[in-house]
Each structure stands twice: as C-alpha cells, then as structure tokens.
C-alpha cells in the first residue's frame, strides 16, 4: 500500500516560537493532502485540506493565519504552527491521497507527530 | 449534512472470542464509502475494512467483517477470534462522493488474554 511519512515525530517548543511539520508521500503522488488534530482519547478533528499548488481549505474555527499549510509539490505537505502557545499541544496527522474534487476515497495516513509546547 | 456515531466508548473482549463494534451514520447521498480504522497504542491509522454504500454484500477482511444496512444506516464491525494485538481504538468513518472523511467518536476495544 501507499505510504506517507511524517517529520519529526515528536517535538517540543518554547511559547512562541514556531514550528514546522512535514507530510510526504513516499511512492505516489498525492494531489491532496489534509491535515487533523486529535487529542488523547479523542477522535480525529480535520483542520484543512490542501491541494497542490493552491491555497488550502480551512475548516471553520481554524485559524489560517496560526496554521499555516503549504502543498508545494505533490510529494510534501507542511504545516508550520505559528507562535505556538500550550494548547497547541496535541498530536497532528496528515493523510494524503484522492482526486481534488474529493471524488477518490483513498486516503493513507502518515504516522503522527506529537507537539508539545512548553 | 454526514454525521457517524459510535455509542460505544469502551469495550473488553476475552481473547479467541468475538466482539461487535456499532455505528450509525446518517447521509443524504446515494453514493458514499463506509470505513472502519483502527489505531493501536502507536496511534498510526490503519485501515480495517472498507465497505462501498453501492454494494449489497458485506465486507470481509480474515477475521474481520462488518454488517451493512444501509436502510437503517448501520455499519458494525465483527472482530472473530480476537487477538491482543486487536487492543486499539477504533474509528467508524464516512465519505460523501465529493466530500471529506468524517469519523465518528471511537471506540476503545481491549481483549485481553
């Protein structure tokens, strides 16, 4: 199957500064990638869909200014969480895969990366 | 608009035993994907069993294997001969043709040995 992979795993901050998380698509090429929050225990919350070479699509209540995602090619999503504060803390998983249109089910998921902010 | 829900959070299952994970859902569309995902203690989402709104014959995986009514907008999962590795969250998940993934609440399933 495909796989998508995630960098770093884990990371730890300071208040304020920010930080950058990578999502690749390792064997195919994904035209769009989205972007979730989950906290423990918790189920899924999707932020935002990205597609290559245009803006994403932020869910309501996400802030795209703190949030930032960029799909520059059709490999590598990142999303850099900007001034970063404690409860940004949580674990962050892309998953990449189907059609722009949101026509292809397939979705494969990376393996998560935990933010911790101090 | 797609709603899923799992009404239940935990679940415990003796090991070589079967176990049944419910979900309810509600859709509008005619077309749409049914999912089950599980993510063990690692958190990596692993994808259980797919089962397309289209198709009338359940979806079997091995061990796993799920129960579509589509009339009652049903989808649970059957877990035969549980093993400890099978100890994960699992998630219940819809897709509207056109539409984004949207996963249900979860459920905590421990077998235990």
């Known amino acids: 199957g495909a796989v998508v992979s995630q960098h770093p795993s884990r990371v730890i901050c300071k208040s304020g500064t920010s930080v950058k998380i990578e999502c690749r698509s390792l064997?195919?090429?994904?035209?769009?990638m989205f972007w979730y929050r989950q906290f423990p225990k918790q189920s899924l919350m999707l932020m935002a869909t990205?597609?290559?070479?245009?803006?994403?699509?932020?869910e309501q209540g996400v802030e795209k200014d703190k949030f930032l995602i960029n799909h520059a090619s059709l490999t590598l999503s990142t999303l850099t969480v900007t001034s970063a504060h404690p409860e940004d803390s949580s674990f962050y998983i892309c998953?990449?895969?189907?059609?722009?249109?949101?026509?292809?089910?397939?979705?494969?998921f990376g393996p998560g990366t935990r933010l911790t902010v101090t | 608009a797609q709603t899923v829900t799992q009404s239940q959070p935990e679940m415990s299952v003796q090991e070589a035993e079967t176990v049944t994970l419910s979900c309810t859902y509600d859709?509008?569309?005619?077309?749409?994907?049914l999912f089950w995902y599980k993510q063990p203690p690692s958190r990596q989402m692993i994808l259980v069993i797919r089962?397309?709104?289209?198709?009338?014959q359940n979806a079997t995986e091995n061990r796993f294997s799920v129960n579509f009514q589509k009339a009652a907008k049903s989808f649970s999962l059957k877990i035969s001969d549980s093993q400890l590795g099978d100890t994960a969250m699992y998630f219940c998940?819809?897709?509207?043709?056109?539409?984004?993934?949207?996963f249900g609440a979860g459920t905590i399933l421990r077998v235990k040995s």
């Open positions: 998953s990449a895969g189907g059609a722009p249109d949101g026509s292809s089910y397939e979705q494969y």
């Open positions: 064997d195919f090429q994904a035209t769009t």
């Open positions: 990205s597609n290559e070479g245009s803006k994403a699509t932020y």
């Open positions: 859709t509008s569309e005619n077309n749409y994907y």
């Open positions: 089962q397309e709104a289209y198709k009338q």
């Open positions: 998940a819809l897709k509207e043709y056109g539409n984004k993934l949207v």
